[in-house]
């Protein structure tokens, strides 16, 4: 009787400590994407030999907007599993967590993942949402519970 509660304890240690030190690894994979993540839905075209970003970006402190001049198609930022999906005022909410860190993208129309379905960077995972005369998503970030600033996360 005392073995087998010797190794279930032995067994439960090595799942808690596994899933510690697996969002370790995760959180250290991901910052040294910091300066490095992709816009989610702007794309770059030619003009006359010059690269020209389709959209405009507003910083606020803790979050991004990314605003196109039509319903574009929102592309996953990183690799992480949905922690969430809600509604939002002009449609959804997405929660991918990736280790600690959290990127939600907002607001979106129709998306097509649930929680705990796997999102691969580049993968499209919805479209941006209409505001007023053009159409938006908006991007905040944070570890666990606090919220950091997103635009030095990005390739600028």
């Known amino acids: 009787m005392k073995f087998s509660k010797a190794i279930l304890f032995i067994l439960v240690l090595q799942h808690l400590f596994g899933l510690s030190f697996s969002q370790q ?10 300066g490095k993540l992709p816009f989610p839905v702007c794309t770059v075209y030619k003009y006359n030999n010059i690269n ?8 606020s402190p803790y979050s991004l907007t990314f605003i196109t001049d039509s319903a574009a198609e929102v592309r996953a930022i990183y690799d992480g599993i949905v922690a969430k999906v809600f509604p939002v005022e002009d449609g959804y909410g997405i929660v991918t967590r990736v280790g600690d860190y959290y990127l939600t993208h907002y607001p979106l129309t129709n998306p097509t993942y649930k929680k705990g379905d796997l999102i691969f960077s580049g993968q499209p995972i919805s479209r941006t949402g209409s505001s007023a005369s053009h159409t938006d998503v ?4 944070s570890k666990t519970t606090t919220f950091i600033d997103p635009y030095k996360w990005f390739k600028w």
Request: proline share 0%; charged share 35%.
């Open 138 to 141: 908006n991007i905040l970030m």
């Open 25 to 34: 690894i995760q959180n250290k994979q991901f910052e040294k994407c910091k």
């Open 52 to 59: 020209c970003k389709k959209c405009d970006v507003d910083v």
